[in-house]
């Protein structure tokens, strides 16, 4: 097994008490001193700091770069304008998803986020693939903070005005206390907030910076992950993978319309033209006991799907999944049968997202 990787602000999870774990081929905090409840909560009502420095920076630099990732993805990159971004995904030749993605229209082409995961294969598939007008420049110099939360703006605006003026999915360039960042207004909580780019050697100046306004406080990845299922946004390897499709996944809306030249097109545009044969979906369960995922999905004693992505929800007090269910099975309102272990657990297709978003357009 290789020795798993830290992010530049390893030694101050240690001075805030985190807990560490293993997480994509890093040691990264699940927790700190508060616990996953109270840091979940205090995102959904002041402002969390994450670190998510494992995930992968990168360029792809020319005139034509967004017309080059237009023929990776769904499409829709030329219409960016620049400073501005669009959630979008990497299709697998067989009809399933490379990784999820957040792209940047920028004056020199484009800069991509990728997930820790997959940034290996992401970066090695790009260079392969793109045409040889492009440039592809790994970004290993850059670490990444989201602050997040409903204090997330009035917090910023005290340190960077322009940044606080951003709507969602937009992007500037400002100086923060002499930190140059790149900030974006995004992240994957639900919640408004900033995901700020910075250079490895300013990002624990600038996260400790950050800690000290009033209203903030670390979050680890165990309160990423159930804000994240709250907000009913996919995890690649949980809703998505090379076996799921973006149709499967219900990212049918980040296609554009007549788009047809990409990885997986012949599986994927008669799914878009006639409806997939599973749809991922969000679960109401009964009683206390968590759904994780892996548990079959039942109706009747036919299966009909698998749970992606379940646990308890803090907001709402009570457990809550997503899963992959025949479409037959996915309409709002469908009784299912879920199995853990030796037990059957009740369960009702619901409307996603389970917590309403709060993103400033």
């Not at 850059?142 to 340190?159: D, F, N, R, V, W």
């Not at 409806?275 to 369960?285: E, M, Q, T």
Request: charged content about 20%.
């Amino acid at each position: 097994m290789s020795e798993l990787k830290t992010t530049p602000l390893y030694d101050l999870h240690g001075r805030l008490g985190a807990k560490m774990t293993a997480f994509a081929g890093y040691r990264m905090p699940v927790q700190y001193r508060n616990g996953i409840l109270r840091e979940h909560r205090h995102c959904r009502e002041q402002a969390g700091l994450f670190d998510i420095s494992h995930m992968g920076q990168c360029l792809v630099l020319g005139k034509h770069a967004a017309e080059a990732l237009d023929q990776l993805t769904p499409g829709g990159m030329t219409e960016l304008t620049i400073g501005a971004q669009k959630y979008s995904v990497l299709t697998h030749p067989d009809g399933g998803v490379i990784d999820d993605i957040i792209v940047t229209r920028i004056p020199s082409g484009v800069s991509i986020v990728v997930n820790a995961g997959c940034k290996a294969g992401d970066f090695a598939y790009l260079q392969s693939v793109l045409p040889a007008s492009c440039e592809f420049v790994e970004q290993s110099e850059l670490a990444l903070l989201a602050l997040q939360g409903p204090s997330a703006a009035t917090i910023l605006e005290k340190l960077s005005p322009s940044a606080s003026a951003l709507k969602f999915m937009q992007v500037c360039d400002d100086d923060i206390a002499g930190i140059a960042c790149h900030i974006s207004r995004s992240g994957y909580t639900g919640e408004d907030g900033f995901e700020l780019s910075v250079h490895v050697d300013d990002v624990e100046r600038l996260a400790v910076l950050l800690l000290e306004q009033d209203g903030v406080a670390p979050i680890g990845l165990g309160a990423r992950d159930t804000l994240r299922l709250e907000a009913g946004l996919c995890l690649y390897g949980h809703e998505l993978s090379a076996d799921i499709s973006p149709v499967d996944a219900g990212l049918s809306w980040v296609f554009k319309q007549g788009h047809q030249d990409f990885p997986g097109s012949s599986i994927i545009l008669p799914q878009l033209q006639h409806g997939p044969r599973r749809r991922r979906v969000g679960l109401s369960i009964t009683g206390k006991m968590p759904v994780r995922d892996g548990a079959k999905l039942f109706a009747g004693e036919r299966p009909v799907g698998v749970v992606t992505s379940g646990g308890y929800s803090p907001t709402l007090g009570r457990p809550i999944a997503m899963a992959l269910v025949e479409a037959a099975c996915s309409q709002v309102g469908t009784e299912l049968l879920a199995q853990v272990r030796d037990q059957t657990v009740q369960a009702s297709v619901c409307r996603l997202p389970f917590v309403p978003h709060r993103y400033r357009r």
